[in-house]
Protein backbone atom coordinates (compact mmCIF):
# COMPACT_ATOMS: atom_id res chain seq x y z
CA UNK A 1 0.00 0.00 0.00
CA UNK A 2 1.40 3.30 -1.19
CA UNK A 3 -0.23 5.56 1.90
CA UNK A 4 3.25 7.39 3.46
CA UNK A 5 0.70 10.16 4.10
CA UNK A 6 -1.73 8.82 6.32
CA UNK A 7 -1.07 9.37 9.61
CA UNK A 8 -2.36 6.42 11.84
CA UNK A 9 -2.62 7.01 15.62
CA UNK A 10 -2.83 3.68 17.99
CA UNK A 11 -4.10 3.91 21.36
CA UNK A 12 -3.21 0.51 23.73
CA UNK A 13 -1.84 0.27 26.82
CA UNK A 14 -0.16 -3.56 26.29
CA UNK A 15 3.04 -2.91 25.39
CA UNK A 16 4.23 -5.62 23.33
CA UNK A 17 0.64 -5.32 21.58
CA UNK A 18 1.36 -1.52 20.80
CA UNK A 19 4.82 -2.48 19.37
CA UNK A 20 3.08 -5.49 17.67
CA UNK A 21 0.69 -2.49 15.36
CA UNK A 22 3.23 -0.07 15.22
CA UNK A 23 6.45 -2.35 13.48
CA UNK A 24 3.14 -3.55 11.41
CA UNK A 25 1.51 -0.37 9.76
CA UNK A 26 5.33 1.91 10.14
CA UNK A 27 6.55 -1.17 7.73
CA UNK A 28 3.99 -0.41 4.76
CA UNK A 29 4.68 3.28 4.87
CA UNK A 30 1.99 4.67 6.96
CA UNK A 31 3.26 7.65 9.77
CA UNK A 32 2.09 6.24 13.23
CA UNK A 33 2.02 7.58 16.50
CA UNK A 34 1.70 5.43 19.91
CA UNK A 35 -0.83 6.54 22.84
CA UNK A 36 -1.08 4.34 26.14
CA UNK A 37 -3.65 6.05 27.49
CA UNK A 38 -7.57 8.04 26.51
CA UNK A 39 -5.25 11.50 28.20
CA UNK A 40 -2.42 10.92 26.45
CA UNK A 41 -4.48 10.32 22.64
CA UNK A 42 -6.28 13.34 23.46
CA UNK A 43 -3.00 15.93 23.80
CA UNK A 44 -1.96 14.06 20.72
CA UNK A 45 -5.15 14.85 18.75
CA UNK A 46 -5.20 18.23 19.19
CA UNK A 47 -1.74 18.68 18.28
CA UNK A 48 -2.12 16.72 14.91
CA UNK A 49 -4.98 15.48 12.77
CA UNK A 50 -5.29 11.68 12.43
CA UNK A 51 -7.21 10.02 9.50
CA UNK A 52 -7.33 6.66 11.69
CA UNK A 53 -7.27 5.35 14.84
CA UNK A 54 -6.91 1.80 16.13
CA UNK A 55 -8.36 1.66 20.02
CA UNK A 56 -8.66 -0.68 22.66
CA UNK A 57 -11.90 -1.06 23.59
CA UNK A 58 -10.41 -2.07 27.41
CA UNK A 59 -8.13 1.60 28.32
CA UNK A 60 -7.01 2.58 32.16
CA UNK A 61 -9.13 5.56 32.97
CA UNK A 62 -11.48 6.15 29.91
CA UNK A 63 -12.63 3.07 27.97
CA UNK A 64 -12.58 2.76 24.16
CA UNK A 65 -15.97 3.60 23.55
CA UNK A 66 -16.43 6.32 25.30
CA UNK A 67 -12.99 7.86 23.77
CA UNK A 68 -14.24 6.73 20.18
CA UNK A 69 -17.47 8.84 20.93
CA UNK A 70 -15.36 11.88 22.06
CA UNK A 71 -12.82 11.87 19.19
CA UNK A 72 -15.69 11.70 16.82
CA UNK A 73 -17.12 14.66 18.45
CA UNK A 74 -14.11 16.53 18.30
CA UNK A 75 -12.79 15.50 14.85
CA UNK A 76 -15.64 13.81 12.67
CA UNK A 77 -13.30 12.47 9.88
CA UNK A 78 -10.90 10.37 11.89
CA UNK A 79 -12.02 6.73 11.45
CA UNK A 80 -11.92 4.29 14.04
CA UNK A 81 -10.98 0.75 14.22
CA UNK A 82 -11.92 -0.92 18.04
CA UNK A 83 -9.61 -3.35 19.27
CA UNK A 84 -11.25 -6.38 21.87
CA UNK A 85 -10.71 -9.57 23.36
CA UNK A 86 -13.89 -9.66 24.28
CA UNK A 87 -16.13 -9.62 20.95
CA UNK A 88 -20.12 -9.80 22.58
CA UNK A 89 -22.94 -8.06 21.12
CA UNK A 90 -22.98 -5.42 24.12
CA UNK A 91 -19.22 -4.14 23.12
CA UNK A 92 -20.06 -4.12 19.45
CA UNK A 93 -23.29 -2.54 19.24
CA UNK A 94 -21.84 0.52 21.50
CA UNK A 95 -18.69 0.58 19.60
CA UNK A 96 -21.02 1.56 16.37
CA UNK A 97 -23.01 3.81 17.57
CA UNK A 98 -20.38 5.81 19.48
CA UNK A 99 -19.25 5.70 15.48
CA UNK A 100 -16.72 3.37 15.17
CA UNK A 101 -15.76 1.34 11.88
CA UNK A 102 -15.19 -2.04 12.41
CA UNK A 103 -13.46 -4.28 14.49
CA UNK A 104 -10.57 -6.41 15.27
CA UNK A 105 -10.78 -8.88 17.31
CA UNK A 106 -7.75 -9.97 19.45
CA UNK A 107 -5.75 -11.96 19.15
CA UNK A 108 -5.58 -10.97 15.14
CA UNK A 109 -2.47 -11.64 12.50
CA UNK A 110 -0.79 -9.21 11.05
CA UNK A 111 -2.91 -9.96 7.49
CA UNK A 112 -6.21 -9.26 9.66
CA UNK A 113 -4.74 -5.76 10.34
CA UNK A 114 -3.69 -4.57 7.33
CA UNK A 115 -6.98 -5.93 5.56
CA UNK A 116 -8.97 -4.63 8.07
CA UNK A 117 -6.85 -1.31 8.06
CA UNK A 118 -7.07 -1.33 3.89
CA UNK A 119 -10.49 -1.27 3.69
CA UNK A 120 -11.30 1.91 6.30
CA UNK A 121 -9.07 3.53 3.95
CA UNK A 122 -10.40 2.27 0.54
CA UNK A 123 -13.69 3.31 2.47
CA UNK A 124 -12.72 6.71 3.29
CA UNK A 125 -11.25 7.29 0.26
CA UNK A 126 -14.41 6.49 -1.21
CA UNK A 127 -16.11 8.99 0.59
CA UNK A 128 -13.96 11.48 0.22
CA UNK A 129 -14.54 11.55 -3.86
CA UNK A 130 -17.90 11.38 -2.96
CA UNK A 131 -18.23 14.20 -1.36
CA UNK A 132 -15.44 15.78 -3.84
CA UNK A 133 -17.95 14.79 -6.52
CA UNK A 134 -21.21 16.52 -4.68
CA UNK A 135 -19.29 19.67 -4.02
CA UNK A 136 -18.23 19.89 -7.65
CA UNK A 137 -21.95 19.16 -8.42
CA UNK A 138 -23.22 21.58 -6.43
CA UNK A 139 -21.01 24.07 -7.51
CA UNK A 140 -21.96 23.53 -11.32
CA UNK A 141 -25.63 24.19 -9.77
CA UNK A 142 -24.73 27.15 -8.37
CA UNK A 143 -23.31 28.20 -11.43
CA UNK A 144 -25.98 27.06 -13.84
CA UNK A 145 -28.90 28.76 -11.77
CA UNK A 146 -26.78 31.85 -11.66
CA UNK A 147 -26.37 32.01 -15.53
CA UNK A 148 -30.38 31.11 -15.54
CA UNK A 149 -31.06 34.34 -13.56
CA UNK A 150 -28.78 36.02 -15.69
CA UNK A 151 -30.64 34.89 -18.86
CA UNK A 152 -33.50 35.88 -17.00
CA UNK A 153 -32.39 39.08 -16.45
CA UNK A 154 -31.13 39.41 -20.30
CA UNK A 155 -34.87 38.56 -21.41
CA UNK A 156 -35.96 40.97 -19.14
CA UNK A 157 -34.18 43.50 -20.54
CA UNK A 158 -34.92 42.87 -24.06
CA UNK A 159 -38.71 42.71 -23.27
CA UNK A 160 -39.02 45.54 -21.24
CA UNK A 161 -36.51 47.83 -23.48
CA UNK A 162 -38.04 46.85 -26.45
CA UNK A 163 -41.23 47.98 -25.21
CA UNK A 164 -40.59 50.72 -23.34
CA UNK A 165 -38.57 52.26 -26.53
CA UNK A 166 -40.98 51.58 -28.89
CA UNK A 167 -44.39 53.30 -27.01
CA UNK A 168 -42.42 56.91 -27.38
CA UNK A 169 -40.98 56.24 -30.58
CA UNK A 170 -43.89 55.64 -32.17
CA UNK A 171 -45.44 58.48 -31.41
CA UNK A 172 -42.50 60.38 -32.52
CA UNK A 173 -42.25 58.89 -36.00
CA UNK A 174 -46.38 59.34 -36.14
CA UNK A 175 -45.86 63.12 -35.18
CA UNK A 176 -43.22 63.12 -37.69
CA UNK A 177 -45.33 61.73 -40.90
CA UNK A 178 -48.13 63.95 -40.03
CA UNK A 179 -45.71 67.20 -40.04
CA UNK A 180 -44.31 65.40 -43.58
CA UNK A 181 -47.82 65.38 -44.87
CA UNK A 182 -49.12 68.56 -43.73
CA UNK A 183 -46.05 70.43 -43.62
CA UNK A 184 -44.47 72.16 -40.53
CA UNK A 185 -47.18 75.05 -40.48
CA UNK A 186 -49.78 72.55 -40.66
CA UNK A 187 -48.86 70.54 -37.55
CA UNK A 188 -51.00 71.08 -34.48
CA UNK A 189 -50.45 71.47 -31.07
CA UNK A 190 -51.50 67.54 -30.17
CA UNK A 191 -49.31 66.24 -32.76
CA UNK A 192 -45.98 68.48 -31.38
CA UNK A 193 -47.20 67.79 -27.91
CA UNK A 194 -47.33 63.99 -28.79
CA UNK A 195 -43.42 64.46 -30.27
CA UNK A 196 -42.08 66.15 -27.48
CA UNK A 197 -44.03 64.17 -24.94
CA UNK A 198 -42.46 60.75 -27.06
CA UNK A 199 -39.35 62.46 -27.41
CA UNK A 200 -39.19 63.03 -23.30
CA UNK A 201 -39.86 59.91 -22.28
CA UNK A 202 -36.91 57.97 -24.98
CA UNK A 203 -34.50 60.68 -22.66
CA UNK A 204 -35.81 59.38 -19.35
CA UNK A 205 -35.27 55.87 -20.28
CA UNK A 206 -31.64 56.82 -21.68
CA UNK A 207 -30.99 59.00 -18.22
CA UNK A 208 -32.20 56.04 -16.39
CA UNK A 209 -30.00 53.04 -18.21
CA UNK A 210 -26.85 55.29 -18.08
CA UNK A 211 -27.74 56.51 -14.26
CA UNK A 212 -27.56 52.32 -13.37
CA UNK A 213 -24.39 51.75 -15.33
CA UNK A 214 -22.58 54.45 -14.14
CA UNK A 215 -23.35 54.12 -10.33
CA UNK A 216 -20.81 52.83 -7.99
CA UNK A 217 -22.66 51.17 -4.70
CA UNK A 218 -21.28 52.21 -1.72
CA UNK A 219 -18.48 54.38 -3.06
CA UNK A 220 -18.54 58.16 -2.42
CA UNK A 221 -19.63 60.19 -5.12
CA UNK A 222 -16.51 62.74 -7.17
CA UNK A 223 -18.48 65.82 -6.90
CA UNK A 224 -20.54 66.30 -3.16
CA UNK A 225 -22.25 69.34 -2.06
CA UNK A 226 -24.75 70.11 1.13
CA UNK A 227 -28.18 69.42 -0.59
CA UNK A 228 -31.61 70.46 1.63
CA UNK A 229 -33.63 67.20 0.59
CA UNK A 230 -36.80 69.34 1.45
CA UNK A 231 -35.86 71.52 -1.67
CA UNK A 232 -35.36 68.82 -3.75
CA UNK A 233 -38.89 67.28 -3.07
CA UNK A 234 -40.55 70.48 -3.88
CA UNK A 235 -38.26 70.31 -6.94
CA UNK A 236 -39.99 67.00 -8.01
CA UNK A 237 -43.14 67.59 -7.16
CA UNK A 238 -43.33 70.83 -9.06
CA UNK A 239 -41.76 68.71 -11.93
CA UNK A 240 -44.13 65.93 -11.46
CA UNK A 241 -47.52 67.94 -11.51
CA UNK A 242 -48.34 66.42 -15.01
CA UNK A 243 -47.94 62.60 -13.53
CA UNK A 244 -50.17 63.91 -10.47
CA UNK A 245 -52.65 65.91 -12.82
CA UNK A 246 -52.99 62.42 -15.30
CA UNK A 247 -53.69 60.31 -11.78
CA UNK A 248 -55.72 63.00 -10.31
CA UNK A 249 -53.44 62.85 -7.30
CA UNK A 250 -51.84 65.02 -4.81
CA UNK A 251 -48.98 65.42 -2.44
CA UNK A 252 -48.41 65.79 0.91
CA UNK A 253 -45.83 66.91 2.50
CA UNK A 254 -44.07 66.93 6.12
CA UNK A 255 -41.03 69.05 6.89
CA UNK A 256 -39.34 70.03 10.37
CA UNK A 257 -39.31 73.57 11.02
CA UNK A 258 -35.59 73.84 10.91
CA UNK A 259 -33.64 72.84 7.02
CA UNK A 260 -31.55 69.95 7.58
CA UNK A 261 -29.06 68.89 5.11
CA UNK A 262 -27.10 65.94 2.97
CA UNK A 263 -23.89 65.46 1.53
CA UNK A 264 -24.98 63.77 -1.80
CA UNK A 265 -24.84 64.78 -6.00
CA UNK A 266 -28.48 66.78 -5.48
CA UNK A 267 -28.97 66.25 -9.07
CA UNK A 268 -28.90 62.09 -8.56
CA UNK A 269 -30.44 62.23 -4.91
CA UNK A 270 -33.08 64.55 -6.91
CA UNK A 271 -33.36 61.42 -9.10
CA UNK A 272 -33.96 59.33 -6.56
CA UNK A 273 -37.06 60.94 -4.84
CA UNK A 274 -38.16 61.64 -8.40
CA UNK A 275 -38.65 57.56 -8.71
CA UNK A 276 -40.37 57.20 -5.25
CA UNK A 277 -42.79 59.82 -5.76
CA UNK A 278 -43.67 58.94 -9.26
CA UNK A 279 -43.73 55.56 -8.17
CA UNK A 280 -46.43 56.49 -5.54
CA UNK A 281 -48.35 58.55 -7.84
CA UNK A 282 -48.70 55.14 -10.72
CA UNK A 283 -48.94 52.45 -7.75
CA UNK A 284 -51.83 54.74 -6.15
CA UNK A 285 -55.30 54.82 -6.09
CA UNK A 286 -57.03 57.32 -8.44
CA UNK A 287 -57.49 60.69 -6.94
CA UNK A 288 -55.06 59.55 -3.92
CA UNK A 289 -52.54 61.33 -1.80
CA UNK A 290 -48.69 60.83 -1.84
CA UNK A 291 -47.76 61.64 1.70
CA UNK A 292 -43.22 62.80 1.72
CA UNK A 293 -42.22 63.32 5.61
CA UNK A 294 -38.91 64.54 6.34
CA UNK A 295 -37.91 63.78 9.71
CA UNK A 296 -34.11 64.50 11.58
CA UNK A 297 -33.00 62.88 14.71
CA UNK A 298 -29.12 62.77 16.63
CA UNK A 299 -28.52 59.61 14.26
CA UNK A 300 -29.76 60.74 11.15
CA UNK A 301 -32.03 62.16 8.47
CA UNK A 302 -34.91 59.92 6.91
CA UNK A 303 -37.28 60.88 3.85
CA UNK A 304 -40.59 58.71 3.33
CA UNK A 305 -42.49 58.54 0.37
CA UNK A 306 -46.14 56.91 1.11
CA UNK A 307 -48.88 55.72 -1.17
CA UNK A 308 -52.40 53.93 -0.30
CA UNK A 309 -52.43 52.00 -3.66
CA UNK A 310 -52.06 48.45 -4.69
CA UNK A 311 -49.07 47.08 -2.01
CA UNK A 312 -46.03 45.04 -2.54
CA UNK A 313 -46.46 41.40 -1.86
CA UNK A 314 -44.49 39.97 0.78
CA UNK A 315 -42.59 37.31 -1.43
CA UNK A 316 -41.83 40.18 -3.84
CA UNK A 317 -39.96 42.33 -1.24
CA UNK A 318 -36.59 40.52 -1.77
CA UNK A 319 -36.55 41.43 -5.92
CA UNK A 320 -38.07 44.96 -5.81
CA UNK A 321 -34.73 46.60 -6.32
CA UNK A 322 -33.35 44.23 -9.00
CA UNK A 323 -32.79 45.68 -12.63
CA UNK A 324 -35.60 45.69 -15.05
CA UNK A 325 -38.06 43.92 -12.03
CA UNK A 326 -41.28 45.27 -11.86
CA UNK A 327 -43.56 44.70 -9.07
CA UNK A 328 -46.59 45.47 -11.47
CA UNK A 329 -45.67 42.46 -14.03
CA UNK A 330 -48.65 40.40 -11.83
CA UNK A 331 -51.20 43.16 -13.04
CA UNK A 332 -50.17 43.02 -16.55
CA UNK A 333 -47.64 46.13 -16.50
CA UNK A 334 -49.80 48.63 -16.66
CA UNK A 335 -47.24 50.84 -14.80
CA UNK A 336 -44.88 50.68 -17.60
CA UNK A 337 -40.94 51.66 -17.33
CA UNK A 338 -38.46 50.04 -17.50
CA UNK A 339 -37.91 48.71 -13.88
CA UNK A 340 -34.68 50.51 -13.20
CA UNK A 341 -36.34 53.15 -10.80
CA UNK A 342 -35.72 51.37 -7.87
CA UNK A 343 -32.45 49.50 -8.64
CA UNK A 344 -31.19 53.07 -9.09
CA UNK A 345 -32.21 54.87 -6.33
CA UNK A 346 -30.67 52.11 -4.39
CA UNK A 347 -27.77 52.60 -5.84
CA UNK A 348 -27.65 56.57 -5.30
CA UNK A 349 -28.92 56.16 -1.56
CA UNK A 350 -26.33 53.52 -0.63
CA UNK A 351 -23.87 56.42 -3.15
CA UNK A 352 -23.45 58.44 0.42
CA UNK A 353 -23.66 55.76 3.08
CA UNK A 354 -27.43 55.89 3.11
CA UNK A 355 -29.81 52.85 3.02
CA UNK A 356 -33.58 52.36 1.86
CA UNK A 357 -35.74 50.62 3.79
CA UNK A 358 -39.76 49.32 2.27
CA UNK A 359 -42.97 48.51 4.35
CA UNK A 360 -45.85 47.71 2.22
CA UNK A 361 -49.42 45.85 2.73
CA UNK A 362 -50.82 44.42 -0.38
CA UNK A 363 -54.33 46.94 -0.67
CA UNK A 364 -53.03 48.88 1.61
CA UNK A 365 -50.45 50.55 0.35
CA UNK A 366 -46.40 51.12 0.64
CA UNK A 367 -43.75 53.66 2.23
CA UNK A 368 -40.15 54.02 1.06
CA UNK A 369 -38.13 55.11 3.48
CA UNK A 370 -34.54 56.61 2.26
CA UNK A 371 -32.27 56.87 5.46
CA UNK A 372 -28.98 58.93 5.63
CA UNK A 373 -26.32 59.16 8.42
CA UNK A 374 -25.85 62.70 10.51
CA UNK A 375 -23.19 64.37 7.91
CA UNK A 376 -20.20 63.45 10.24
CA UNK A 377 -20.95 59.66 9.17
CA UNK A 378 -21.49 60.51 5.51
CA UNK A 379 -19.10 61.36 2.83
CA UNK A 380 -17.53 64.50 3.36
CA UNK A 381 -17.67 67.59 1.31
Known amino acids: MENIKTAILIVEDDISMAGFLSRSLTSRGFAVTVAASAEEFLNKVLIEPFELALIDINLPGMDGITLTRKIKAMAGTCDIIIMTGDPNLENAIGAIKAGAYDFLIKPFSDEMLQLTVERCLQKRNLSLELANTKAARDEILAAYSQLQALENMKDAFLSVVGHELKTPLTKILSGIDLIKESGPAGAGADVINAVETGALRLNEIIADILEYTTSKRSACPAQLSAADPAVLVKEVVEELQP ?44 GGVVKIRLNETPRDIRLSVEDAGIGIPKEKLTVIYDPFYQVADYMTRKSGGLGLGLAVTKQITEACRGRIEVSSSVGKGTIFTLIFPQKENQCQV
Not at 256 to 285: M, Q, S, W, Y
Request: net charge positive; aromatic share 10%; proline share 9%.
Open 243 to 286: VFREHNASALTFFPETATTINCEPDKLRLAIKHLIKNAVIFGPP
